[in-house]
Structures are given as C-alpha cells and as structure tokens.
C-alpha cells in the first residue's frame, strides 16, 4: 500500500491567484498584482464584505479553474511522486466544479489517485478520511489545523500570503523540486 499525499489545488499545483487578482481587478476597478498582499485578503483590499467575496468567486470559478497554468514543476513533480505515493488531492473548490478540475489536470497530464472537492476550507476530516501522511497546502491556517488536530506533517508552499513563525509540524517550502528532494527525507 503506497503512503499516501494530500495535496492542495490552488497556489500549490496551479497558480489561480494571479486569476483570481486579474478577475477582481476588472470587477472593481483596482490594479494589485499578487505582491501586494502580504495576506491574501481580498474582502480588505477590494472593499468587500465576505458574501461578496464568495458570490464573486462562485460566479468565476470555472473561468478561474479553467484560465489559471500549472504551478512551475508541479506537473513534473506530482507524476513522478506518483510513482511511489498515492496523490489526493484535497481543495476548497466547490464539487459542482469537480469535472472542470479534473479536465483540468488531465489537460495537463497530471497523475493521482482522486480529487476531493470540500467546497470550504477545513481540510481536517478529509486528510483523516484518507489517511494522509503528509499534507502540502499554500494556506497558513490549513496545514496549522491539519498539523494541529491530526498531527499530519506539512509542507507550506512559500506565497506572500502565508508568512509568519512556522507551526510544529510545518516545513515552508519554496518550488516543487524542493518538494521532490525533500520528501525522500522526511517520509
């Protein structure tokens, strides 16, 4: 039986926040780029209240799946991880998107296992369910919840948004060579 992965989506194995930017700047007018957020807060930056903010999402979610490009290496790197690790993939994305996301990936070539589509952000019962050994997530909030109550080990993909004192558990990492190199490690 293979050690198996969980693996986020967005801002690990694509690159949707320069969309989701890119989408909200024509909405309303603004013109941030990605660095400008030392904490991905749309609901501050925009002006928005949160209903807004998901409205907007769910009204852009295919074209944000669909529109963004595979983070550099990851499709390299999740195929060959696959080789020797079952490789979930565990997201936030709405399930109604679940054909989008999984055109997506096979657009691209990637290889896994299954993909898990919670519709919001606690990621805990699904690395429980499927008994994951290792969590990779962009999200300081999720790998400290799933390091937390599960005592998973993590990797956080290094973003702008996600800075700060690593949680027990937490290793940042910054490319998905980093990834491949440090996985033989630590598992």
């Known amino acids: 039986m293979k050690i198996k992965l969980g693996i986020d989506i967005d801002g690990v194995i694509a690159d949707s926040q320069p969309v989701i930017i890119a989408e909200l700047n024509t909405r309303y007018g603004k013109n941030y780029a990605l660095a400008d957020f030392v904490e991905f807060n749309p609901v501050k930056m925009y002006g928005l209240d949160r209903k807004q903010l998901d409205d907007f999402i769910m009204e852009r979610e295919g074209h ?41 990936l096979n657009n691209y070539g990637f290889h896994f296992d299954k993909v898990i589509l919670l519709g919001q952000h606690d990621k805990r019962l699904a690395c429980r369910e499927e008994a994951v050994s ?54």
């Open 64 to 104: 944000i799946i669909k529109t963004a490009r595979p983070m550099p290496g990851a499709v390299e790197a999740i195929n060959r991880l696959k080789d020797n690790f079952g490789i979930h993939l565990i997201s936030a994305r709405t399930p109604i998107h679940l054909k989008d996301t999984t055109d997506w």
């Open 134 to 187: 290792l969590f990779i997530d962009d999200s300081m909030n999720n790998v400290r919840q799933v390091t937390s109550a599960c005592r998973i080990p993590a990797y956080l993909f290094d973003a702008t948004y996600n800075q700060g004192e690593l949680p027990e558990l937490v290793w940042r990492i910054f490319n998905w060579q980093e990834v491949l190199q440090r996985i033989r490690v630590d598992l």
